[in-house]
């Protein structure tokens, strides 16, 4: 099977994606690209993923084109591809539903640094993608309009919409999901509170430096 492990990673993530409320239903779908093919391998329209196994993947070329599988594509095949002709180091994306993201989407705001953990977007506030039909090429545009005027976001919102997470790999563009949806629902917490207060750009700088040696560093 082609891309087969990145399939079952598709596979097992989008159950994580489910059972942890990032997005119900059928929302919400997961990618991932393989340079050395150029192929793109992304979860099937409709399709819960307690339902959906490995061969259900679509795999298709970041033309549009399927090589592999017997589903249609993820609706919103247009806006991940978008993210790997502008991201050549991405590798992965999970686009969500999740509800405190889409909160601050519905409020047209952008993912302000309440809170440390959405480092990992890796800029100081994840921009807003302004409102546009769902699954349509325009969509795509747009946020590719978004990632050309951040150009070291890894993250943006969807006005009215959801959310967009990439990385180098599927484990951390699904970790750097959740914390952009723990940070959201930090910001909304805080603003219904009182008035949130940020964290300055150096103070975010130092967090993201500190980042670098956090947690498990390789032996040397
Ligand atoms: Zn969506």
């Known amino acids: 099977m082609?891309?087969?492990?990145?399939?079952?990673?598709i596979v097992e993530y989008g159950k994580r994606m489910s059972a942890s409320g990032l997005s119900i239903g059928t929302s919400g779908n997961i990618s991932v690209y393989d340079p050395e093919t150029g192929y793109m391998a992304i979860s099937p329209s409709g399709l819960g993923y307690f339902d959906t196994e490995p061969e259900d993947i679509v795999v298709m070329t970041l033309g549009g084109e399927i090589v592999d599988g017997n589903r249609k594509p993820s609706s919103e095949h247009g806006l991940h591809t978008i993210v790997y002709k502008n991201r050549p180091e991405a590798r992965a994306v999970v686009h969500t539903h999740a509800p405190y993201a889409t909160t601050l989407a519905g409020l047209h705001t952008t993912l302000k640094p309440v809170h440390y953990a959405m480092m990992g977007a890796n800029v100081y506030e994840v921009p807003l993608v302004p409102y546009v039909t769902f699954g349509t090429p325009e969509l795509a545009d747009a946020v590719g309009?978004?990632?050309?005027?951040?150009?070291?976001?890894?993250?943006?919102?969807?006005?009215?919409?959801?959310?967009?997470?990439?990385?180098?790999?599927?484990?951390?563009?699904?970790?750097?999901?959740?914390?952009?949806?723990?940070?959201?629902?930090?910001?909304?917490?805080?603003?219904?509170?009182?008035?949130p207060v940020n964290l300055t750009e150096a103070e975010f700088a130092d967090a993201l430096e500190r980042s670098k040696t956090y947690g498990q560093q390789p032996a040397k």
């Open 2 to 9: 082609i891309m087969e492990e990145a399939r079952k990673q």
């Open 145 to 195: 309009i978004v990632l050309k005027d951040n150009p070291r976001a890894r993250a943006v919102l969807l006005a009215n919409h959801g959310d967009v997470c990439f990385h180098i790999n599927l484990a951390k563009a699904f970790g750097l999901a959740e914390n952009v949806e723990f940070t959201a629902r930090i910001q909304w917490q805080c603003m219904c509170a009182g008035t």
